[in-house]
């Protein structure tokens, strides 16, 4: 409620979390379908081996919908490619590599996402999860704005957004993952004070903002829901 709510830093109606838990295909647009589903996460440990029924599905929710979906995931890069192409669609011919990354850099530029409500991460770091394991996205279309680049490589894409579809896209599954315990600088990046609040977090190669980014990104997301996202079922 601090965070999100009437009273947060983010003025919104209270939110309900619906647990999708590896909901698929028919049975995860059943579930978009009978709940009205605004933002979408996927993160560890959804099954991220993402089938064609449910590609289409996700597609179908940002395009049709026109609902926010915040897109982590690794170890798959031919279904994760396969995801990125069919909600940009137009053609797009995005590819997905598996690098090794353990800290990602942060963009030097004005985007909702890295100067949003919560604090401005411009020039800041991101976290990888347990490994120095992710996916990186190259050959990406115009219309998509680059958030954060790998940090042995800036031609590699860690996390970007679509400039006009509600879809934003992490190449670690465990990026937001993280408690207001954990110490370690090498899993749990996400971390969060006791109450709920973003907190950055000491990581090995730097301190990481994976929890404010996240912040940044839900407040962008209910904006962008509330704007764009029609009643429609998919």
């Known amino acids: ?16 979390i619906i647990n999708g838990n590896n909901s698929n295909g028919n049975a995860l647009k059943t579930l978009i379908n009978n709940n009205n589903i605004d933002i979408i996460v996927i993160a560890y ?35 994760n490619k396969a995801t990125i192409n069919a909600i940009i669609g137009g053609g797009s011919s995005a590819n997905v590599i598996g690098i090794g990354t353990h800290i990602n850099k942060i963009m ?24 120095t394991t992710c996916d990186s996205a190259t050959n990406l279309p115009s219309d998509v704005i680059v958030l954060a680049t790998t940090s042995n490589n800036s031609s ?22 993280g408690n207001s315990s954990n110490s370690s600088g090498d899993i749990y990046p996400g971390k ?5 609040a973003p907190l950055s977090k000491s990581y090995t190669g730097g301190v990481v903002y994976n929890s404010y980014f996240y912040a940044n990104a839900m407040a962008w997301a209910i904006q962008y829901a509330q704007a764009n996202k029609l009643d429609t079922k998919i």
């Not at 089938?51 to 919908?65: E, H, P, S």
């Not at 400039?163 to 670690?172: F, N, Q, R």
């Not at 969060?192 to 709920?196: C, E, Q, T």
């Open 108 to 131: 030097q530029i004005s985007d909702p996402v890295l100067d949003g409500p919560f604090l401005d991460l411009k020039g800041k770091l991101l976290g990888t999860d347990a490994t």
């Open 156 to 177: 590699n894409v860690f996390a970007f957004r679509h400039s006009t579809k509600g879809y934003l896209w992490c190449g670690d599954a465990g990026f937001i993952a």
């Open 45 to 79: 440990s959804y099954d991220v081996n993402l089938d064609a029924a449910t590609r289409k599905v996700l597609a179908d929710f940002v395009n049709i919908k026109k609902g926010v979906l915040i897109h982590s995931q690794e170890l798959f890069p031919d279904t």
């Open 192 to 196: 969060i004070s006791s109450a709920g």
């Open 1 to 16: 409620a601090a965070n999100f709510g009437p009273n947060g830093v983010v003025k919104s109606d209270p939110i309900q």
